[in-house]
């Protein structure tokens, strides 16, 4: 006991250092020794599958619209990605009235479940800008759609 008197200082540290390699220990084996579940845990039970032949119908109704671009629908998670892309002077009610249409024809069931995110970009060829003038921007959208809500929520630009 005269030694721990004599060397508190040193004491205190070893006792903070064999805290911290208690700490990391039950750390590193909760990462080695996981239970096996997944990143999203018991919250995917239930899924409703969403089936490939819709998206792949969506983006092929979608492509064949003049403004359209291109069109990428992926799912991860509960939540479907729809990012379109539209040709330069697209008005921005029209962007956002194709992606309605897009919303449409999923079921009632699969709109119910899942949650959708939607951005919508103008693209915009560059060209050299003369003097005086602006250089054309084109818009970007985000809109989301929670599946207690009815129609899309979009950002204000």
């Not at 805290?19 to 990391?24: A, M």
């Not at 997944?38 to 032949?53: A, F, Q, V």
Request: glycine residues 6%; aromatic residues 8%; hydrophobic residues 35%.
């Amino acid at each position: 006991m005269n030694i721990i008197k004599r060397h508190k200082g040193l004491a205190i540290i070893c006792l903070l250092v064999l805290i911290l390699i208690i700490i990391l220990f039950i750390i590193c084996s909760r990462m080695i020794f996981s239970t096996g579940e997944t990143e999203y845990g018991n919250r995917l039970n239930g899924l409703i599958k969403l089936e490939k032949s819709v998206t792949t119908e969506i983006i092929n109704e979608t492509k064949e619209l003049d403004q359209v671009e291109n069109i990428t629908i992926r799912t991860q998670g509960k939540i479907v990605y729809t990012t379109i892309t539209f040709k330069e002077g697209t008005k921005k009610n029209k962007a956002k009235e194709i992606a309605n249409n897009t919303l449409t024809k999923y079921s009632e069931e699969v709109i119910g479940y899942y949650d959708f995110e939607y951005f919508l970009k103008e693209n915009i060829k560059e060209q050299e800008v003369e003097e005086g003038k602006e250089e054309k921007k084109g818009f970007v959208i985000v809109g989301q759609k929670h599946p207690e809500t009815e129609k899309i929520s979009w950002t204000k630009n």
